[in-house]
């Protein structure tokens, strides 16, 4: 059964949805997954109490502060938690959220247990950055934030590997759905994009205490399967790295019980044997 939770606070509004269930698990999500999530993780409903809040600028979720860090979105993501009266969690960040789970788990170790991140770019170099920006050859904030059909299609031809389902969508509805999920806050949304791309040379990027998962597709075009790896790396022995075949970045749309599978096998520390991971 899916409810809806509205937490106000005196500078921040959070809306939170979550599903009633057992243990706590905090869904982040990146802005292209905002409205094509609910029947991707339905099935973790019958494991764990799912909390999906929506960050700042995205549905109903605003601030009137100017921060626009990852740090500043993670601390009213806890603040909500914490109105709700959730103690103890794990985090399943996807892209743009892996960044704010990230932070998130550093900031509030005392609240997140486990951590699971998506196919994302945490603590890639500038260099990295630039390099990659140069291949997708888009600029990006009109491309993560689209404000037209044509972006739409690049963005979503980038993030899924197997089938576009917006092919043969026509272009009076893909412009109805960009105004939807993007005519709210925009100016707001693009200063979010361009925060995570500056170049933040005090930016440190600490070891996780908690466990951690990374899963990633093997056909990832947005943060390459390299970053991964570079991830893991970082995070060292308490961090398993499983790559899902051939799935691209949006691997929670295009191989989710591939991911709804590995998540409950670790959260819940069961064994598990994904077709198609590597």
């Known amino acids: 059964m899916l409810y809806i939770v509205s937490t106000f606070h005196s500078i921040v509004s959070c809306i939170f949805f979550y599903i009633h269930c057992f243990k706590v698990i905090v869904l982040v999500w ?3 997954n905002n409205l094509l999530r609910y029947d991707k993780v339905r099935p973790l409903a019958k494991s764990f109490n799912l909390y999906i809040p929506d960050l700042m600028f995205f549905g109903k979720s605003y601030t009137t502060r100017t921060e626009r860090s990852e740090e500043f979105q993670a601390k009213c993501v806890a603040e909500g938690l914490n109105g709700l009266g959730v103690k103890k969690c794990s985090m399943f960040a996807i892209s743009y959220g892996g960044f704010v789970g990230y932070r998130m788990a550093d900031l509030f170790p005392e609240m997140v247990e486990k951590v699971v991140i998506l196919s994302s770019g945490v603590g890639c170099l500038k260099e990295q950055k630039e390099e990659q920006l140069k291949k997708i050859g888009r600029d990006p904030v009109e491309l993560l934030i689209p404000a037209k059909p044509e972006d739409l299609h690049v963005l979503v031809n980038l993030s899924i ?5 917006f092919k043969w969508a026509p272009d009076y509805f893909l412009q109805e759905f960009i105004d939807m999920i993007s005519r709210s806050y925009l100016q707001e949304k693009q200063e979010l994009v361009k925060h995570l791309l500056a170049d933040h040379t005090d ?3 600490p070891i996780l205490t908690q466990e951690t998962l990374l899963i990633w597709g093997d056909k990832d075009r947005v943060f390459p399967l390299m970053f991964g790896h570079q991830l893991q790396r970082h995070l ?3 961090a398993k790295l499983e790559v899902i075949k051939n ?7 295009e191989s989710p019980d591939s991911v709804n599978a590995l998540i409950r096998a670790f959260i819940l520390q069961k064994s598990v044997e994904i077709n198609g991971s590597i």
């Open 236 to 238: 060292g022995p308490r």
């Open 30 to 32: 990146s802005t292209a």
């Open 203 to 205: 930016c440190i990027w």
């Open 161 to 165: 590997y197997k089938y576009n389902p």
């Open 247 to 253: 799935t691209g970045h949006a691997a929670n749309i």
